[in-house]
């Protein structure tokens, strides 16, 4: 489905011109056919808002963003960090990229799932000795 600039700025949360004034500058041209913003566009232009908000510069914000769409991803699959300065592209694998900074990587630790998966490993080691010491204690009977 394509939606209209009206539409867009709408569910974006801007106005009109400043939408024009992303697809202009290429930060958000629409992508859908017949040149109207498709769900993805509706995504990265509520990140670009959400940035602007957030206290960055339009000059960094469209670093950002060009930066994590010439790297490949696509914003709606990413969580995108900010303190008003910098800005982190942080992906479901624990990567974490500066996108200010050409990618410089940094690494998040999800202890929580490190946590569940040692206790996966911890129960399949404990049944497996259970199921050696009785197979051990069978035989010598």
């Keep these: ?3 209209t600039s009206a539409q867009a700025a709408r569910l ?3 106005t009109v011109s400043q939408l024009r004034y992303w697809a202009r500058s290429g930060l958000v041209p629409p992508t ?5 913003y498709a769900f993805r566009d509706l995504v990265a232009l ?13 000059t960094r914000v469209n670093a ?3 930066w994590v769409r010439e790297s490949g991803d696509d914003l709606a699959s990413l969580r995108i ?8 592209a942080c992906h479901d694998d624990g990567q ?10 940094a690494l998040f630790v999800a202890v929580d799932r490190v946590a569940a998966d040692v206790d996966a490993d911890v129960r399949a080691f404990d ?3 259970a199921d050696f010491v009785s197979r051990l204690t069978e035989s010598g009977s």
Excluded: P
Excluded at 81 to 88: A, I, L, M, N, Y
């Design 127 to 129: 049944a497996e000795r």
């Design 12 to 14: 974006a949360g801007c």
């Design 1 to 3: 489905m394509a939606y």
């Design 81 to 88: 960090v900010t303190d008003g300065r910098s800005v982190w």
């Design 46 to 58: 509520r990140v670009v808002r959400s940035l602007l908000d957030a206290g960055l510069s339009s």
């Design 32 to 36: 859908a056919d017949g040149g109207g």
């Design 96 to 105: 974490i990229l500066d996108a200010l900074h050409a990618g410089q990587l």
């Design 64 to 66: 950002a963003v060009r």
